[in-house]
Structure formats: C-alpha cells, structure tokens
C-alpha cells in the first residue's frame, strides 16, 4: 500500500509571508497526487492535482505544487498567504499497487496571523 | 462544484442505538468511498463501491455496513453504536478512470457523530 507523510503538523505564518507544506509519498511506478484543503466542519475541497505532464501544477487560491519524483515529493507553496488560507491541508496519493484507491497523509493545519 | 450531500452533519446518540448516515450524489459517479476522519489521524478509507451492487470494506476495519442498491445513493448504518464510533464520516464519490487509478474525489461535508 501506499503512505504519505506530511512532515509539518503545524505550521503557523505571518499574513502576506510565503509558505510550504511538505508531502512524500512511498515510491511507485507512477503515481497521481493531490493536495486537498479542508476548513472547520467542511468536507475536503480539492486543490490541485498531479496526473501527468508539467510537474509543476498550478491550482486555486494561489496555491502551486510540484512534483518531483527522484525524492517522491509533492510540496505545496504559495508566495504570499492570507488569513482566509487557515485551514488543514491534506496530501494524497493514488497509483502503483493500490489502483483505484486514494492515500491521505495526516494533515497540515496552517494558522495564518495577522 | 460537486453535488454530494451528506446527512444528518451532526448526530449525538446513545450507546446501542442503531443510526444510518446518508450520502448522496447526483453526479452519475460509479465509485463511492466512505472514509473516517480522527483528529490528528490520516482519512481512513472503510468502505467503497464500484458500482451497483458492489460494496467492499476498506484497510480500516469499521462494524458499519454499507449498501448500494442505486448509484446515486450509499448510506452506512451501525446496528448498535458505541463510543468508540464517535469520529466524523466522510462520504465521497469519483468518476471510473480508464486503468483504474483514483482519479479526484468530491466530498462530502461530512456527518459528525457522538456516541454517548
């Protein structure tokens, strides 16, 4: 099976400050990757994905991704970030032996501050 | 935006009772997933279905049962709650991918359970 890891719980920032949430996923043959955002008593929107091509994906709210599979790593940035941004942000990963199903790592509550 | 709905969003019950979480999409998805979410915990998947008529259970063993007698509709009941059912349920759907990889997933808004 796969298994992601989210590197960072917590990450607190400042408003208009850059910021990165790290994901790695278990090595695979190929592989599809997501970046979920999930505010207070919401389900999960979608962000981003990887499927295929440029391996650098560009989503909503600003946010960006890149794949880079020599270190199976799928960071999410965003150059400049809001308060409206806080919220969890959940990686996820398909492909290789678990077709058909989706992998979740933990989840990274980012706190913006004013 | 997807069209997946989810009731009741909050439910707090007694031990023993029997409860049933409703899901619905009206997206003409073959695939839907029931995943549970913990605090600080990964989305456990518990449930899934291909299709009509198709239900198989997920890596996190779960006392729910699931049915799937239409495609638009997948609810899981637990016949006797306890507190250790106490979670959130996330009810999800997506379209079938040609070589079957997961493609992106609509969710639900989930339903908060709390068994007393």
């Known amino acids: 099976a796969q298994s992601v890891t989210q590197l960072d719980s917590q990450v607190p920032v400042f408003e208009e400050a850059p910021v990165e949430l790290r994901c790695n996923y278990s090595?695979?043959?190929?592989?599809?990757l997501f970046w979920y955002v999930q505010y207070p008593n919401q389900g999960l929107q979608l962000l981003l994905k990887y499927l295929s091509g440029s391996t650098l994906v560009k989503g909503i709210n600003g946010f960006e991704a890149e794949f880079n599979k020599s270190q199976t790593s799928f960071h999410l940035r965003k150059p400049s970030v809001h308060i409206s941004d806080t919220a969890e942000y959940l990686c996820a990963v398909s492909g290789g032996s678990t077709l058909g199903r989706l992998y979740f790592g933990r989840g990274t509550q980012l706190t913006v501050w004013p | 935006e997807a069209d997946i709905y989810q009731t009741p969003r909050y439910l707090v019950i007694g031990t023993g009772k029997k409860i049933t979480l409703e899901c619905s999409q009206t997206?003409?998805?073959?695939?839907m997933y029931w995943y549970q979410q913990d605090p600080g915990m990964e989305l456990h998947l518990i449930h899934y279905?291909?299709?009509?008529?198709?239900?198989e259970k997920g890596d996190l063993s779960s006392e729910s049962t699931v049915s799937r007698i239409r495609t638009e509709h997948f609810p899981l009941t637990l016949e006797s709650a306890r507190p250790s059912h106490t979670s959130q349920y996330l009810c999800?759907?997506?379209?079938?991918?040609?070589?079957?990889?997961?493609?992106?997933?609509?969710f639900g808004e989930g339903s908060r359970l709390t068994v007393l």
């Open positions: 997206m003409g998805h073959d695939k």
């Open positions: 090595s695979s043959v190929s592989v599809y």
């Open positions: 279905s291909y299709g009509v008529n198709s239900t």
């Open positions: 999800a759907s997506s379209k079938r991918r040609v070589g079957g990889r997961a493609g992106e997933l609509f």
